[in-house]
């Protein structure tokens, strides 16, 4: 009998339930549309079924060819019929017996527990039709569920808790999902009990809505269930398809959609809110008597009055009365930057080299919850040397675990605030804050961060909340990859650069070879500014808990360089080490460390001489890399350099 991990090797897929699930013939490396069952009883041991609609005939010669079989003959009897063979092969896979209902099998799908036992099976019919049955414990069927129901798929959903589950109408399409490397889920007749909801808690979902009244319903119906379970939900419609297609027709409708292309799409689509499916789309006009006068300003009145003074939270990176946006990729420490500021604006102390504008501060933590804002600002008070009563003017929220959008589309792609929003407006203008910090822009902003009008209207929304409040807003947000790679540090339109009046980058900080000679410092970039020169970068290093000015580094590559030559130190210590020869720290001895290694060919193809060597050894030393290490007759006071 053919042995299945040797056949999955052979088809590039792997084994599953008994089962190999594979690439079909002529599919992407990542699809698993092609089930193959090894049976002895099968004419050649396999019996195999596509969940693409691959021919039969074509699959069993494809399975044989990379089994390194002859292709199959007829035997002489006529010739088959494709459908009546697949129909066969499905019902041999699923242990259907045929003649149990009217009409021809075409699909099986199975719902299986945590284990992997097998709970109950849908079958779908040609013509379309649908049958439930379960296991009688017997080896046959009960033609009818009991009330348990779980999530299609599992297996796939435990195997990766943490990946996004996109969920469709149906099994079909879960299946073509999944054969693209997704973790893809429906439930039964779309009903959604307890226990299937509770599969999806705490992840990303995206639901694939059918493109008809039916498949708006079930998904409207899907998202309201899954809404406060899930961290996020997004709802993508296909309306650009035919009366009734979906997300299998959206990617058969073009040869070029994979994997990435229906990623693209999904993520482009908004955030789902309760408050955005049931947001009212009507707009009434005002009568024109009800219309408000245009706002002309009367320059005539600046005539010999005094021409008011720029406003700064810090001068020339955030303007007060306006929207900054800092950027940085995730962990670089964008959070702890900005409640570092928070706190020196609260006690009106420098932050990284210049005085910040004295007042209260107002910031919104979306990731971070209490404990962790305490052992962050814990550092930050110990640097500034106060007590948590000195801070009274800081008010800090975590909104982990609870609803953190803002600012939502409604049905008709316009953003909206939400609750949430309207109530910081109204605590900001209680507290009156000089700074309201907004961490981040993934968590409180439920549109597309590509459509440029949504993002345009949000920073309006935080402009005006800036201006009512007299304070500056500084908003964080994540770059794309392409941002990272571009040093641009941005995501999605270039309206989150054109709309707000200032600009910083907080980055790792890399030489122009993309090296980092040191993990623990960091880049603060003034990338745009509406009211001042752009161009300012700070090197900062982690100190303590907090990012700090470092003082005389400014020649990164410099400082790559040392790293490069103080890891070819370590190298070739390693290396006369494993050869059994020793060196010295000792300038006079024979085998003093810089003298062995600059004779080396590594030193002598970069040009390095004996003090460049005897520079590593002592940044070496200070850093507790390597120490001195006796041997040898007490006598002779003999040392040896080794690592620490």
Aim: proline fraction near 5%; glycine fraction near 8%.
């Amino acid at each position: 009998m053919l042995d299945p991990h040797a056949v999955a090797r052979a088809l590039g897929g792997e084994v599953a339930r008994g089962q190999v699930r594979a690439p079909g013939p002529g599919h992407s490396g990542k699809d698993r549309s092609l089930c193959v069952k090894l049976d002895p009883a099968a004419p050649d041991g396999f019996i195999v079924w596509s969940f693409s609609g691959d021919g039969a005939v074509e699959c069993r010669d494809y399975v044989r060819d990379k089994l390194g079989l002859p292709a199959f003959k007829a035997n002489g009897h006529g010739s088959y019929s494709p459908d009546r063979i697949e129909a066969g092969l499905l019902a041999a896979i699923m242990g259907q017996s045929s003649g149990s209902t009217t009409g021809r099998i075409v699909a099986v799908y199975d719902y299986a527990d945590h284990d992997g036992t097998l709970l109950y099976q849908v079958l779908r019919y040609e013509p379309k039709d649908f049958r439930q049955r379960r296991p009688d414990g017997n080896g046959g069927w009960i033609w009818k569920l009991d009330e348990r129901r779980v999530v299609y798929r599992l297996g796939d959903l435990l195997k990766y808790p943490d990946a996004t589950a996109f969920v469709t109408e149906g099994e079909k399409d879960a299946d073509r999902v999944a054969s693209l490397g997704l973790c893809a889920t429906t439930v039964t007749s779309g009903t959604w009990t307890a226990e299937c909801v509770q599969a999806l808690a705490g992840r990303d979902v995206v639901i694939l809505e059918d493109n008809d009244d039916a498949g708006r319903d079930r998904a409207r119906k899907a998202a309201t269930v899954l809404h406060g379970v899930a961290k996020t939900i997004r709802v993508v419609s296909f309306r650009d398809l035919p009366d009734k297609g979906d997300v299998s027709d959206w990617l058969d409708a073009d040869t070029g959609r994979d994997a990435d292309a229906l990623i693209e799409k999904c993520f482009a689509a908004p955030l789902w809110t309760s408050e955005a499916a049931t947001a009212d789309t009507t707009t009434e006009s005002k009568a024109p008597d009800d219309a408000q006068p245009l706002p002309f300003i009367n320059i005539i009145g600046w005539q010999d009055g005094p021409v008011p003074e720029r406003a700064w939270i810090v001068k020339d990176r955030i303007p007060e009365r306006a929207v900054t946006l800092l950027s940085g990729e995730g962990s670089v420490g964008k959070s702890i930057l900005a409640l570092h500021l928070g706190v020196a604006v609260v006690l009106s102390r420098d932050w990284l080299n210049a005085m910040p504008a004295d007042g209260p501060a107002l910031i919104v933590c979306a990731e971070d919850d209490e404990a962790e804002l305490h052992r962050r600002l814990d550092k930050i008070r110990a640097h500034f040397g106060v007590g948590y009563g000195d801070l009274k003017r800081l008010h800090l929220l975590s909104l982990v675990g609870r609803e953190t959008l803002m600012a939502v589309p409604d049905r008709s792609g316009v953003i909206q605030p939400t609750k949430l929003f309207t109530q910081l407006c109204e605590a900001a203008c209680d507290i009156r804050p000089k700074l309201v910090v907004l961490d981040n822009a993934a968590d409180i902003y439920g549109g597309s961060e590509n459509d440029r009008a949504q993002v345009r209207r949000f920073i309006a929304m935080l402009a005006g909340l800036a201006l009512t409040a007299d304070c500056g807003v500084l908003l964080t947000s994540h770059p794309s990859l392409t941002g990272i790679s571009s040093g641009s540090g941005l995501s999605g339109s270039t309206a989150w650069n054109a709309s707000v009046r200032s600009r910083l980058y907080f980055k790792r900080a890399t030489t122009e070879r993309d090296e980092e000679p040191d993990p623990d410092l960091r880049q603060l970039e003034t990338v745009k500014s509406n009211y001042a020169r752009t161009g300012e970068c700070l090197t900062l290093r982690w100190t303590d808990g907090l990012f700090l000015p470092v003082a005389g580094v400014s020649d990164l590559e410099r400082l790559a360089a040392w790293q490069r030559l103080d890891q070819l130190f370590l190298d070739l210590l390693d290396r006369l080490q494993a050869q059994g020869r020793s060196v010295s720290d000792r300038p006079k001895a024979n085998n003093y460390a810089p003298t062995v290694f600059a004779a080396t060919a590594e030193a002598k193809d970069q040009h390095l001489r004996k003090g460049d060597f005897a520079a590593a050894m002592e940044r070496l030393y200070a850093a507790g890399k390597v120490r001195s290490e006796t041997y040898g007759p007490p006598s002779r006071g003999w040392t040896k350099l080794v690592r620490q």
